[in-house]
């Protein structure tokens, strides 16, 4: 079975989720997630991984929950103040490489009412993943390789995610050349889109190849970091 795109109803389903957020009201219309989220998200994964195996053949994707598909339900133990259970966005996830999948280089996607986000890299890093970007980005010419990434892919309209520190860490200095890329918490590009592109498979599928072709450098280089991660 081909992917289509998702129905109209996907969006208003999130939407109704916004409103009554809580799991008995889930729960009630779990049989809608299923037939409106689910299946066609399966589709999709499916679908785009085989796409993108024309950009990445090594690439990872299985339509299951955990692996590309992520849980509705939320860890409110991990989310501060915000105890919503329930997601009203729905994310899609290849990477690359063998470590886990949200410390990876990937491509990402998720869709909520307000938006369809595309990303390429590492949204946050853990400490062993900082600890490997910081490491790799010590040297001058590999620090000017992602400075020059950054530029393409802004000049093509994509965007970089906001830095996450205000000091720089040991080893990093303002005389450096580009030494604010060292004060990232993850390194990733995006673009957005109108959420309701999901209703058509192919529009959708084409635009987000495009977009994940012209931020490739971007994941290519975060996959090089991710293999200087030590384990242990």
Same mark, same amino acid.
């Given at each position: 079975?081909? #992917? *289509?795109?998702?129905?109209?109803?996907?969006? /208003? %389903?999130?939407?109704? $989720?916004?409103?009554?957020?809580?799991?008995?009201? #889930?729960?009630?219309?779990?049989?809608?997630?299923?037939?409106?989220?689910?299946?066609?998200?399966?589709?999709?994964?499916?679908?785009? =991984?085989?796409?993108?195996?024309? %950009?990445?053949?090594?690439?990872? #994707?299985?339509?299951?929950?955990?692996?590309?598909?992520?849980?509705?339900?939320?860890?409110?133990?991990?989310? =501060?103040?915000? /105890?919503?259970?329930?997601?009203?966005?729905?994310?899609?996830?290849?990477?690359? =490489?063998? =470590?886990?999948?949200?410390?990876?280089?990937?491509?990402?996607?998720?869709?909520?009412?307000?938006?369809?986000?595309?990303? !390429?890299? !590492?949204?946050?890093?853990?400490?062993?993943?900082? *600890?490997?970007?910081?490491?790799?980005?010590?040297?001058?010419?590999?620090?000017?390789?992602?400075?020059?990434?950054?530029?393409?892919?802004?000049?093509?309209?994509?965007?970089? $995610? *906001?830095?996450?520190?205000?000091?720089?860490?040991?080893? #990093?200095?303002?005389?450096?050349?580009?030494?604010?890329?060292? %004060?990232?918490?993850?390194?990733?590009?995006?673009?957005?889109?109108?959420?309701?592109?999901i209703e058509d498979g192919e529009r959708l599928t084409d635009t987000l190849?495009?977009?994940?072709?012209?931020?490739?450098?971007?994941?290519?280089?975060?996959?090089?970091?991710?293999?200087? !991660?030590?384990n242990g």
């Amino acid at each position: 079975m081909s #992917f *289509d795109g998702f129905s109209p109803k996907a969006l /208003k %389903l999130l939407e109704a $989720i916004k409103q009554n957020n809580n799991k008995e009201w #889930f729960e009630a219309h779990k049989s809608e997630y299923q037939e409106l989220i689910l299946e066609p998200s399966r589709l999709f994964v499916q679908e785009m =991984g085989e796409h993108l195996m024309a %950009l990445e053949p090594t690439i990872n #994707f299985a339509p299951k929950i955990n692996h590309s598909l992520f849980r509705i339900y939320r860890d409110i133990r991990r989310m =501060g103040n915000d /105890k919503r259970p329930i997601k009203h966005r729905i994310g899609h996830i290849f990477w690359q =490489g063998s =470590g886990k999948r949200l410390q990876s280089s990937s491509f990402y996607m998720h869709f909520s009412p307000e938006e369809l986000f595309v990303a !390429v890299g !590492v949204r946050w890093f853990e400490k062993p993943m900082l *600890d490997a970007y910081r490491e790799h980005i010590k040297d001058d010419t590999r620090r000017a390789e992602l400075a020059d990434i950054i530029q393409s892919a802004t000049s093509n309209g994509a965007k970089i $995610i *906001d830095k996450g520190y205000k000091r720089y860490p040991k080893g #990093f200095n303002k005389e450096m050349p580009d030494a604010d890329l060292s %004060l990232y918490k993850g390194m990733a590009a995006y673009k957005t889109f109108d959420p309701h592109l999901i209703e058509d498979g192919e529009r959708l599928t084409d635009t987000l190849y495009e977009s994940y072709e012209i931020m490739l450098p971007m994941q290519r280089y975060m996959y090089e970091v991710s293999l200087r !991660v030590k384990n242990g």
